[in-house]
């Protein structure tokens, strides 16, 4: 007997885990396995049309657009910024509707053009035009041909949010009427998840009236350095029996390291074939590694998840599952341990060492040294360690925890210093609460915003439907949440799976249309 839900998995779903699982493979840096990002979702081929009937472009299609490299001192010039669209919709006088998919190469992100994605779906139903475009100094979209701490001083929230504006108020886009299509000429709606999710948030507080509705998923807004609660709905929603042997496992590494214990710590460790690590950190670090799985998670996923396959090496003995309390200390050392040696390691390292793959304490390896462009993690984490912060680390005293608390802040603040010494002689404390106060966080209160959120991810502690904040849910500014775990509902496919992902699919659509019929042109 299984620990595990029973749905039907779809193939795409399949596929999107193991892609995941692949690309986040051998990466010594915590902050970077848990990124917040957005589902990748392969789109087949096929022939698309617009209304009339004209042969339009493959969606893989790849467009320029001329960005510039500051927007605060323009002399410096343009850098060619990717993007792909879909106008298979599109009839004058629909939205044009824009994302980016944040923090990642967009290539292979196309599906948020289609109506396989609530972008689609917008643009269906209001003959619309999708548009995705590469966050600067992801992917090929970059300003200088590396990504030095020099160069990287151009990624900022703010530069990130002037792209967005100015590529909407200048492009000429490629469809037939493109270079008319303006806001003020057309009504621009600004999609987003995830930390996209979050910027789109900060445009329109930042930069109103140039966007007329946004629709938020899973957005991030909420700036934290702290950020325990990544493991709260973990915790809350992973099988109780898996709950109670990892915390038990947990609290006994915490109750070496307060002792001191380097012998017993060094025991542990081997049985999870990881004695070869230097530092304790890196092995907690590791044990995060099955938790970071259920970020992957789809409404679809069924027992041959990654998560799943965990909790089921941990919880199911001889063909019995354990109650809600587990199975207890050593059989959950042993256990995992043996699915650590057995299979989980191969998946995580492939054929690197342990301390290659999961030391993070020599600054000197070319993880922390590779300045080429293409290189997600490193992006990511100068944003993390300048402006956003969300260490998932673990949580006070007194409270359940899955994650050890040799884990603090003060852990991933040094890799800041690894990553980039020329910025960072000293473990910087990123300025979360400077971040919140100027682009809103929590507070923000902007007409015409639709978040959607989900009660099984682990980033809606970011979210306006954190637990305790109790935001109000308004007609100009909804809030909807469905069972579902990150950017749920942004694939359509998903509001087929999960009733209450459907739910928030149609009332976004539903508010959509309300308010683009209350669109007027100003030029």
């Known amino acids: 007997m299984s620990c595990s839900p029973m749905p039907v998995i779809k193939m795409w779903a399949l596929t999107s885990l193991l892609l995941a699982g692949v690309a986040q493979a051998a990466i010594p840096n915590a902050m ?11 789109v087949p081929e096929r022939s698309i049309t617009s209304p009339n009937g004209t042969a339009l472009p493959n969606i893989s299609t790849i467009y320029y657009f001329d960005q510039l490299i500051d927007h605060n001192n323009p002399g410096l010039g343009t850098f060619q910024q990717r993007y792909w669209m879909n106008w298979e919709f599109y009839e004058p006088g629909g939205p044009i509707i824009l994302m980016t998919p944040g923090e990642v190469n967009a290539d292979g992100y196309q599906v948020y053009t289609t ?28 300003p200088y041909n590396n990504l030095t701490s020099q160069s990287l001083a151009l990624l900022t929230i703010q530069q990130a949010i002037d792209d967005l504006v100015y590529f909407a108020t200048t492009a000429d886009l490629p469809m037939s009427g493109g270079d008319a299509v303006k806001p003020g000429q057309a009504p621009w709606i600004l999609i987003g998840g995830s930390y996209s999710g979050a910027l ?47 915390q038990a496992v947990i609290a006994y590494l915490d109750e070496m390291y307060k002792a001191n214990d380097t012998a017993g710590i060094q025991t542990l460790q081997e049985a999870f074939a990881l004695g070869g690590l230097d530092h304790v950190g890196d092995f907690a670090t590791a044990l995060q590694y099955n938790l970071w799985d259920w970020q992957s998670m789809s409404p679809d996923d ?28 050593d059989n959950a050392i042993n256990s995992w341990g043996n699915y650590w040696n057995t299979t989980y390691y191969s998946i995580t390292c492939q054929d690197q060492d342990v301390e290659t793959c999961l030391g993070s304490f020599v600054p000197t390896d070319v993880y922390w040294t590779n300045v080429t462009v293409d290189n997600s993690g490193r992006s ?10 969300f260490y998932e680390v673990a949580p006070p005293e007194g409270q359940p925890a899955i ?19 020329q910025a960072f002689t000293s473990p910087p404390e990123p300025p979360t609460a400077e971040t919140n106060a100027m682009y809103a966080g929590w507070n923000v209160n902007v007409p015409r915003l639709f978040f959607a959120n989900g009660l099984r991810d682990p980033w809606r502690g970011g979210t306006v439907s954190a637990d305790g904040l109790n935001k109000p849910n308004t007609t100009s500014m909804p809030i909807y949440m469905s069972d579902g775990f990150h950017t749920s509902d942004m694939i359509s496919d998903n509001g087929v799976v999960d009733p209450t992902i459907a739910v928030v699919q149609e009332a976004g659509l539903r508010y959509m249309k309300e308010w683009l019929a209350e669109w007027k042109p100003s030029t």
């Open 200 to 246: 789109t948030s900060y445009t329109m507080v930042n930069k109103p009236g140039i966007f007329w509705a946004g629709y938020l998923s899973s957005a991030t807004v909420q700036t934290i350095t702290d950020y325990y609660d990544y493991f709260t709905p973990i915790r809350e929603y992973m099988p109780q029996n898996c709950s109670s042997d990892v």
């Open 302 to 329: 069924g027992p041959n998840s990654q998560f799943y396959q965990f909790c089921d090496a941990l919880e199911v003995k001889d063909g019995v599952n354990a109650g809600p309390e587990g199975w207890g200390l």
């Open 380 to 389: 990511w984490f100068w944003m993390v360690c300048n402006q956003i912060g």
């Open 115 to 142: 109506n396989d994605s609530i972008n689609g779906l917008i643009a269906q139903q209001q003959n619309g035009a999708a548009i995705l475009i590469e966050h600067r100094f992801f992917g090929y979209s970059n």
């Open 403 to 421: 994650v050890s608390r040799i884990l603090q802040p003060s852990f991933v603040e040094r890799q800041c210093v690894n990553m980039f010494p």
């Open 32 to 42: 970077l396995r848990g990124m917040p990002s957005l589902p990748k979702v392969l």
